[in-house]
């Protein structure tokens, strides 16, 4: 499946943005989707995931109560809505899909590797 992500701009603190991964070629039809976010000089890490089948959902701890993932399966589109935004979460945000058709059990939904397609990113800017 091929995503394309955006949604990403420039806001101020305590602005909100959401994120959109739309896929194309095919639909999501299962396994997962992931964000995962990439700030200069540091590594890409996760951000949030649901479950195609389901809409259970897994966040990174220090995001939960900011960020909300969310999925409209009609679209084949999966939201990542962000409020509260600071300036450490401005990143490169990455969508990315896995297509195992087993359940992933939540730790592997925070490993990239367990992710079979990407986005290409989308900047997200924070201004203080």
């Known amino acids: 499946v091929q995503l394309q992500a955006s949604g990403g701009g420039l806001v101020q603190a305590g602005g909100s943005l959401r994120l959109s991964c739309a896929a194309s070629?095919?639909?999501?039809?299962?396994?997962?989707v992931g964000w995962f976010r990439q700030a200069p000089g540091k590594e890409r890490a996760f951000v949030a995931a649901?479950?195609?089948?389901?809409?259970?959902?897994s966040y990174e701890d220090s995001l939960k109560g900011r960020f909300t993932i969310s999925r409209d399966t009609a679209k084949s589109t999966v939201y990542l809505q962000m409020n509260s935004l600071k300036p450490e979460d401005t990143a490169v945000y990455y969508c990315?899909?896995?297509?195992?058709?087993?359940?992933?059990?939540?730790?592997?939904?925070?490993?990239?590797?367990?992710?079979?397609?990407w986005g290409q990113g989308t900047q997200v800017t924070v201004s203080s």
């Open positions: 649901i479950r195609w089948s389901g809409g259970s959902t």
């Open positions: 070629g095919r639909r999501f039809s299962g396994g997962a």
């Open positions: 990315a899909a896995s297509d195992r058709s087993s359940r992933i059990i939540t730790s592997a939904l925070w490993t990239a590797a367990t992710y079979d397609s």
